[in-house]
């Protein structure tokens, strides 16, 4: 009898865990074996992919980590694990560029999806708020001309504070410009594979990269002399850019 469904899902899972095993027994052989029979029992789980991505990352096998990170990205959108391991390939340019867009679609879907929701949600909650004031200020009816004077005028000031709360809670979800730190000089867009040069200034790699190619072997904005040998990646403003890509999910649109 054919296993069912559960069952394999359960055999690959197992498998996975003893590649994990092995790749930190440093056994990278027997890693990519068990790897690879997850695969085969299960392709479409990225995670697999990554994980034998990682052991030909050791190897230095770039073609095959390139494969393998395409593969999970294509399963994966928002697989940062694969975005990373792209990086290192030799058309890291390129690998990191095609997977970088794949990400960015798939995050800006599941934020535009998780906006809409939390805007339906304050919108809700904000017509709530202001009928129960309402309500309040009905049931505490005034007697006196002046008293009804300063209850409206009270009315007017609490919703006006309620929509300036409410404001504020939506303002994650608002669109505005990216801190230019953020941003590459040369390309303008938000960083995905950020490298800093030995005067100090960070680019974008691949637009680094064309530059010194095609251009000349100096800084664009210092003019010194500059090779890629130089160049290190800047891991500050890489992880600035997660936290402020995790906190603010349009600007997946705007890169």
Not at 5 to 10: C, E, I, P, R, Y
Not at 33 to 61: F, G, H, M, Q, S
Not at 99 to 111: D, H, P
């Amino acid at each position: 009898m054919a296993p069912i469904a559960g069952s394999v899902a359960k055999q690959a899972e197992l498998l996975r865990l003893h590649g994990n095993v092995a790749f930190k027994k440093e056994r990278i052989g027997a890693a990519i074996d068990a790897y690879t029979e997850a695969i085969t029992l299960c392709p479409d789980v990225a995670v697999y992919w990554t994980n034998r991505a990682l052991c030909y990352y050791k190897r230095k096998d770039w073609n095959r980590v390139e494969e393998d990170c395409r593969s999970a990205i294509k399963l994966d959108g928002s697989s940062v694990k694969a975005l990373d391991l792209g990086r290192v390939t030799k058309s890291a340019g390129c690998i990191v560029e095609d997977i970088w867009q794949a990400l960015a679609k798939g995050k800006y879907k599941e934020w535009e999806l998780q906006s809409s929701k939390r805007a339906w949600r304050l919108q809700k909650l904000k017509e709530t708020c202001e009928n129960a004031l309402l309500e309040h200020h009905f049931l505490e009816a005034p007697q006196s001309e002046d008293e009804i004077n300063e209850v409206s005028k009270d009315i007017i000031d609490q919703i006006e504070t309620l929509k300036e709360v409410f404001s504020k809670a939506a303002e994650d979800d608002t669109p505005k410009e990216v801190p230019d730190y953020l941003c590459c000089k040369i390309t303008l867009d938000i960083f995905r594979d950020p490298v800093i040069t030995p005067c100090g200034v960070t680019y974008e790699r691949k637009a680094l990269l064309d530059h010194l190619q095609k251009v000349g072997k100096f800084d664009p904005i210092t003019r010194e002399p500059l090779s890629n040998l130089q160049l290190i990646p800047n891991l500050a403003i890489k992880e600035a850019v997660r936290a402020f890509l995790k906190k603010h999910g349009w600007a997946y649109r705007m890169s």
